[in-house]
């Protein structure tokens, strides 16, 4: 596929090295075109070196091929990473004062931004309504991510991970639909850590990987996504609002939290059961008798609760659990999924090898008053479509 990178002058045009070996090297025919601010980051040699092609700001060169038009009108989707407040500003209004801008207006393909800058000018209102124009035009505008900006100051700002981008421009290029668009939703990740003393904790295996790619697909799909991430360290995905919590006390207020107007609620984390009924102030020193036993207490099941909120007030329109079991598959995910009132309930078989912390996963999705869908063994990204897939129709 032939892919336009746009870069616009900010500190973040350096990642964009990043972005475009990730096409090139996946095959992808790459024609690079930054703006005069963006070669002031990053110099035309390191983008023609990377793209193997000539790299220019400006329409007055190679005139008789008509690169203002040519490059534009050829391409099959055209990226602008990182794009800056100003480059959305002309690209909203029509303006043409380089080759970037005119590319954007003779573009009839699908265009991503991915935006960085500064939290002020994100948050603007003028930038807002360039956001809004862009987007009421069918262009795709990556939310950026929040985190650490150029100087001391952090927020909503940053440039999302190049992988994530990529991930996203992928989506775009296979013509992936955007049918979450409009909708809010939650999804839960990781695996909850449930302290014993201030070193120590009773965890599980999960990656979060499952829940990751629920998020990134929602995101890809057009929904407004809140991520509640439990002890994850994987890069944030594109688009994403991402709370982080520890505990399964902390998860279940960050995810009701979120739901309070939510669409879908998808709790993919894996909540610890129970908890040490105290945590130690000070480590807990070995004595040379018997250890000291951990008593458990239970804690408060955040899918069941969810859904018993539901009965008596509104509430999310579909909420989907996860259930990880060993043995018994089909009968226990049945049985969870009339106790825990959620209208779908993935079902994965774990254990040795399987789900946890590998890229593919296969599951069973049982459905509320519907038949069960099986999802073949495959990339966890799949299955969250497939999931997505059964939330829109329930939506609809
Ligand atoms: N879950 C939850 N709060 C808990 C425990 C689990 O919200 N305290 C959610 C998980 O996020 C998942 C679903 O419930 O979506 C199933 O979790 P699982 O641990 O498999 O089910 P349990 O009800 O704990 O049943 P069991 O341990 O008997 O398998």
């Known amino acids: 596929m032939r892919v336009v990178l746009g870069v616009s002058g900010g500190i973040a045009a350096y990642k964009a090295c990043e972005l475009l070996r990730l096409f090139t090297e996946s095959g992808h025919e790459v024609r690079v075109v930054p703006t005069r601010e963006a070669l002031k980051f990053v110099g035309a040699p ?7 092609h000539p790299v220019s700001p ?3 060169d190679d005139v008789h091929e008509v690169p203002h038009v040519r490059i534009g009108k050829s ?3 055209v990226v602008v990473a990182p794009a800056t407040a100003d480059v959305l500003a002309k690209a909203a209004h029509g303006l043409a004062g380089d080759l970037l801008t005119n590319t954007l207006l003779t ?3 699908p265009v991503v931004f991915a ?3 500064h939290t002020e000018m994100w948050q603007h209102p003028a930038t807002r309504a360039n956001v809004a124009t862009l987007r009421e035009r069918g262009a795709v505008v990556i939310d950026p991510a929040v985190g650490r900006l150029t100087g001391a100051d952090t927020g909503p700002g940053r440039l999302p991970d190049p992988a994530e981008i990529f991930q996203v421009c992928l989506r775009v290029l296979r013509g992936r639909p955007r049918d979450l668009a409009g909708r809010k939703v939650v999804v839960s990740a990781g695996g909850t850590r449930e302290a014993i003393d201030p070193v120590r904790y009773i965890g599980n295996r999960s990656s979060g990987l499952q829940g990751y790619a629920l998020a990134r697909t929602a995101a890809a799909r057009g929904a407004e996504v809140t991520l509640v991430a439990a002890n994850v360290t994987l890069p944030d995905p594109a688009g994403a609002k991402v709370a982080r919590v520890e505990s399964a006390a902390e998860l279940r207020d960050a995810v009701l939290a979120a739901s309070a107007d939510a669409d879908v609620v998808v709790m993919a984390a894996a909540v610890a ?3 040490p009924a105290t945590r130690h102030d000070a480590k807990i020193k070995k004595t040379d008798g018997e250890p000291e036993a951990i008593h458990l207490v239970k804690n408060p099941d955040i899918l069941a609760e969810l859904g018993e909120r539901r009965r008596h007030e509104p509430g999310p329109r579909v909420i989907v659990g996860f259930a990880a079991e060993t043995h018994d598959v089909l009968a226990n995910g049945q049985a969870k999924l009339a106790r825990k009132g959620c209208d779908l309930l993935v079902v994965n078989q774990v254990g040795e090898g399987l789900a946890f912390g590998t890229p593919d996963n296969a599951a069973t999705v049982l459905v509320a008053g519907g038949e069960p869908v099986e999802v073949p063994f495959g990339p966890k990204e799949d299955l969250a479509d497939a999931i997505w897939d059964l939330v829109a129709v329930r939506l609809s």
Do not use: I, K, Q, Y
């Open 46 to 52: 390191t983008w023609a070196a990377l793209s193997g």
């Open 75 to 77: 391409a099959d989707l």
């Open 115 to 117: 935006p960085a800058m």
């Open 107 to 109: 573009a009839t393909c």
């Open 58 to 60: 400006e329409v007055w």
């Open 273 to 275: 059961d129970f908890r």
